[in-house]
């Protein structure tokens, strides 16, 4: 197993890991006190999912949206170059999604707690739709990735929603036809604008940001809190 990294960059000790098989980073965003969780409190498990897929953990609380955690499971294929070899794509598996969700999980139950009289608080699970693109291969590998995150869902027993990829965007980036390199960047930039912690979002151009799908995911959730629009 490849150890995952913290938002400090720090690996993580193989006794402390939740047994994901691909390669993954988790972002831990919030490290504030625990929240009082009230009537109006929600919370939502976002996921852009593809061969690198990406997921937030995100509440909404006392009008705040507050994001807890990130992860990043999975690598994109990377071509061969002179003197670099090929990096073949190492996609997450439908195990990797449901442990990524039992670990978001156990994050929410950790910082979120109900108040007296007060029913535990259950996140809706909800993934960008997939949609039949130019690139048939790329359509498949990105319906697997969805439907492991559907199944995901299942197992935990949480209410599951797809969002069209053009709505969240309009609700989170302002505009929905946007191209996906544009989207890449505005999507990256927010992200790292609200945690600049995060170097990996920092990336000017499409092509200094190769790892940010977890900043999607962030985008996906501050859209269903905002809307619950599918």
Not at 5 to 33: C, F, H, K, M, N
Not at 97 to 105: I, Q, T, Y
Not at 122 to 127: D, N
Not at 160 to 182: C, I, S
Request: charged residues 20%; hydrophobic residues 45%.
């Amino acid at each position: 197993m490849t150890a995952g990294t913290d938002g400090d960059g720090g690996d993580r000790d193989e006794a402390d890991a939740s047994g994901i098989a691909a390669p993954y980073q988790i972002e831990v965003l919030y490290r504030g006190s625990a929240v009082t969780q009230d009537a109006s409190t929600r919370a939502v498990i976002a996921c852009d999912p593809g061969v690198q897929s990406g997921y937030a953990l995100v509440i909404r609380h006392a009008g705040e949206v507050v994001a807890l955690t990130t992860w990043l499971v999975g690598l994109r294929r990377v071509e061969g170059r002179r003197g670099q070899p090929l990096r073949p794509a190492q996609p997450p598996t439908a195990s990797d999604h449901a442990l990524v969700v039992a670990e978001a999980l156990t994050i929410l139950r950790a910082l979120v707690v109900p108040a007296p009289g007060v029913d535990v608080l259950t996140p809706v699970l909800v993934a960008e739709d997939w949609f039949a693109g130019v690139n048939p291969g790329t359509a498949r590998d990105i319906a697997q990735q969805f439907y492991f995150c559907e199944a995901a869902a299942q197992r935990h027993g949480l209410v599951f929603r797809a969002v069209g990829n053009q709505t969240w965007k309009k609700t989170y980036l302002g505009r929905g036809n946007m191209r996906k390199d544009e989207a890449l960047v505005a999507y990256a930039a927010r992200g790292h604008e609200a945690h600049p912690q995060v170097e990996r979002w920092a990336g000017q151009t499409a092509s200094a940001l190769t790892e940010a799908d977890d900043a999607a995911a962030l985008g996906v959730a501050h859209h269903w809190l905002e809307t619950e629009a599918t």
